[in-house]
């Protein structure tokens, strides 16, 4: 498990599997991709649709969409 990064090493153990099982990854990597679409749909609109205050908070939900997408990556590319 050392392989990965550390986000990556904690939504494992979080998820009870530290052996990273391919399918275990396969499962938490869609589980991950499935809150991502939560937090930030795809279809979000562009950060230059809102005012300065709601610009920042929408740069946020993307910044944390990015980072669970690139959990996901990691788990799956494993």
Known sequence: MTDLSPAAQAVLKAGGVDQGWPIHRKA??????????????????????????????????IKCRNQLLAIADELEAQ
């Open 28 to 61: 938490i990597a869609a589980a991950l991709r499935a809150v991502a679409d939560q937090v930030v749909p795809k279809e979000w609109p562009t950060i230059e649709d809102y005012n300065e205050y709601e610009q920042g908070v929408a740069a946020a939900h």
